[in-house]
């Protein structure tokens, strides 16, 4: 598997009935990364952000140091995100999953222009991008998703694959799937092992980083799809 080059910056798309999982879990596992980072021969953290886009359903809350932008989860709890126009793009954008009924959730989102645009420019130019879960939909309302190989929640393959998409089983072939310029990952959990898999591929000469990682949040790693990308 070909080196990729450290990111210096990974945003996470998150919006109103996302799943709050998706999120929060590859988040935690690459801020765990950051405690890690500065005692390595090129102390360098990585910049994390959670955005929303103009249309993702946040709102702003009187909080305890002032207003905050918030987006709700499928299972009711906020998340502090901040306004992102899809400008200044990151070194990877992760797509979050959520709701999947129409007109909700990633759904909503797959048809809100603010957020597919950002995804479109992201692959166009050839940086890393991925989904989280039913965050799959999300490229494929950009796009870029239809003849490609990905993985899903399992509950939604059938789903995916109607929607052009050549879909590996993460209950049989692998959690993480990182092929044809595109990273994605199977159910909600599996975020953790998206993220543990940025670790292992950006950071392939420090097996001690994801050592030390995995060892902090006590996850389990799981078997992954190598490939080149393509």
């Not at 597919?116 to 130019?125: D, V």
């Not at 310029?181 to 591929?201: H, K, M, R």
Request: hydrophobic share 45%; with cysteine.
């Amino acid at each position: 598997m070909a080196a990729v080059t450290p990111p210096a910056t990974i945003y996470f798309m998150a919006f109103d009935q996302c799943d709050e999982l998706d999120v929060v879990a590859p988040f935690a596992v690459l801020q765990t990364a950051n405690r890690y980072l500065p005692y390595r021969k090129v102390p360098s953290e990585i910049e994390l952000r959670i955005v929303a886009v103009d249309g993702s359903g946040a709102v702003t809350l009187e909080g305890p140091n002032g207003p905050q932008l918030v987006v709700t989860g499928i299972h009711g709890m906020t998340i502090a995100v901040e306004p992102w126009d899809g400008d200044v793009l990151p070194d990877l954008l992760i797509v979050a999953g959520g709701n999947v009924e129409n007109g909700t959730g990633i759904m909503r989102q797959a048809a809100n222009p603010a957020f597919t645009t950002p995804i479109q420019r992201q692959f166009a130019r050839g940086a890393r991008i991925a989904s989280v879960c039913t965050g799959a939909f999300g490229l494929v309302g950009a796009g870029i998703a239809q003849g490609r190989r990905m993985t899903t929640h399992p509950g939604l393959m059938n789903d995916l694959a109607a929607a052009g998409v050549t879909v590996l089983n993460p209950d049989w072939t692998a959690r993480v799937v990182d092929l044809d310029g595109i990273v994605s990952c199977g159910g909600v959990t599996s975020g953790i092992d998206e993220a543990l898999y940025f670790l292992e591929t950006c950071w392939p000469q420090d097996p001690q980083l994801v050592s030390d990682v995995r060892g902090f949040v006590d996850y389990p790693y799981r078997a992954i799809v190598r490939a080149e990308r393509s």
